[in-house]
């Protein structure tokens, strides 16, 4: 098996777990999309070119409620602000890569494939590894999305407001394994959490997600050794 093939399974393996998140939430979305008046194309439709489950969801609530295009575009556009300081850490670690190609890849960043692809070993973080994750990640979505379009009319109200645990339960399930290498990166996480906890007392929810993680960042710049994570690694 040459090397170029071997990485980008590598990513489709380690993309595996996040089917068993990204369908059910996708079923979910997709029942939401179809009871707003959204058609079976159009609710796939979205998925194919936003890829993005919050924003889906907040997109599609404001659209229920009768909200402007204006906001609901500026409203999806603060959610994602994250993005762009997940995205700047992924193309970080492909060094080796054209710039045409981490462009193309900062389409695939989600919440859960920037926790796998920036936890891994540095070796093993090609640009084909996190194509091979992300080809995961982007299929199981539209997947989910599709089924939930069809079978919007056969499923309980019940069943879908389950389905929406699932995102959670496999991004901890993805992240916490990561965390017990590095304690000081086990405690930002929780610092990040708590700083978010109390800016959304005084702030909308997603200023207070931006500003948490842009602060936390900044300690764990003089707080957290990676690098000293990633040797341990080797070492085991």
Known sequence: MSNKKSQYLTGVRAGIP???GF????????IMARQAGFSVFETVFMSVTVFAGASQMMAVGMYVQRAGIVAMILATFILNLRHLIMSTCVVNRMKNEPI???LLATFGVTDESFALFTTEKREKCSGLYFLGLITVTYSSWIV?????AVASDFLPTIVTA????????????????NLTHNLKLGLLVILTAACNSVLTQFMDSSWALILSTLVCAVIGVFFVDLNKQEVTEDEN
Do not use: D, H, N, R
Request: net charge positive; no cysteine; charged share 5%.
């Open 18 to 20: 996040v089917i068993l």
């Open 144 to 148: 989910g999305s599709a089924i939930g």
């Open 23 to 30: 369908v059910p939430v996708g079923i979910a979305y997709a």
């Open 162 to 177: 389950s389905l929406g645990i699932a995102l959670y339960a496999m991004f901890i399930g993805i992240l916490v394994p």
């Open 100 to 102: 045409k190609f981490k």
